[in-house]
């Protein structure tokens, strides 16, 4: 089955702890990318990625860091989290065969920082 | 990335047809018209794309001016599981930043 996995789905921790998110996809998909969702801010791309070792920021890019080592996978790491990131996380992945390919989008990370 | 204009919520009862129009009126010529459905803490679901005329699939059809700048979902005999938030984008997608907007918010009354 197609799909983006996204571990751990809920993680609670404190104050400059630095935690990773996981994010895998089996669609041999060239773009994947991160987004944090907020009430009443919607959905908000914090990086994205292109293909293996090309990354970029998005809108959001401050106190995250990414990586793209391998096509299939595409951590997103908060080095010293801080309370402002506790947010509901989404990373997706895409096809560039042709423009406009829809983005396949995980079931969610949902972090809290205390 | 062309901006997006929705209306915030929607209401409506079991069995009806409904239309979500969504502007976007400095659509480039390259830009495709990408409507995502998102139920509570769940990833947004991809439900139809279209470039221009009319776009029909299992779920929905969509429906583009010859002009591009909106674009309308129609979901037909909409059902209580069909409450959701419902994304319109505009873009070439795959290769740039995705903006979201905030969405439309569809209750489904039974």
């Known amino acids: 089955e197609a799909q983006v996995t996204q571990n751990p789905r809920y993680l609670i921790t404190v104050t400059g702890k630095k935690l990773t998110v996981t994010c895998s996809q089996n669609?041999?998909?060239?773009?994947m990318s991160w987004y944090r969702q907020d009430p009443g801010l919607g959905l908000r791309q914090i990086y994205y990625?292109?293909?293996?070792?090309?990354?970029d920021k998005g809108d959001v890019p401050e106190g995250y860091k990414v990586s793209r080592k391998e096509k299939r996978n595409f951590p997103l790491i908060l080095e010293s989290p801080s309370p402002n990131q506790t947010s509901l996380y989404f990373c997706?992945?895409?096809?560039?065969?042709?423009?406009?390919?829809?983005?396949?989008f995980g079931d969610g990370t949902r972090l809290s920082i205390l | 990335l062309a901006k997006t204009t929705q209306p915030i919520s929607m209401d409506s009862y079991e069995g009806q047809e409904v239309n979500i129009t969504c502007s976007h009126n400095n659509i480039a010529t390259n830009d495709y018209i990408t409507w995502y459905q998102q139920f509570p803490s769940q990833g947004p679901r991809f439900i139809i794309q279209?470039?221009?005329t009319k776009v029909t699939n299992e779920v929905a059809s969509l429906f583009i001016p010859a002009d591009r700048k909106s674009s309308t979902l129609s979901l037909p005999r909409v059902s209580l599981s069909d409450t959701a938030v419902y994304y319109c984008l505009v873009g070439p997608s795959g290769n740039t930043p995705l903006v979201f907007g905030k969405g439309t918010r569809l209750s489904v009354i039974a």
């Open positions: 990625s292109m293909n293996v070792e090309v990354t």
């Open positions: 669609m041999n998909h060239e773009y």
């Open positions: 279209g470039y221009k």
């Open positions: 997706a992945s895409s096809s560039l065969d042709r423009v406009g390919q829809p983005q396949h």
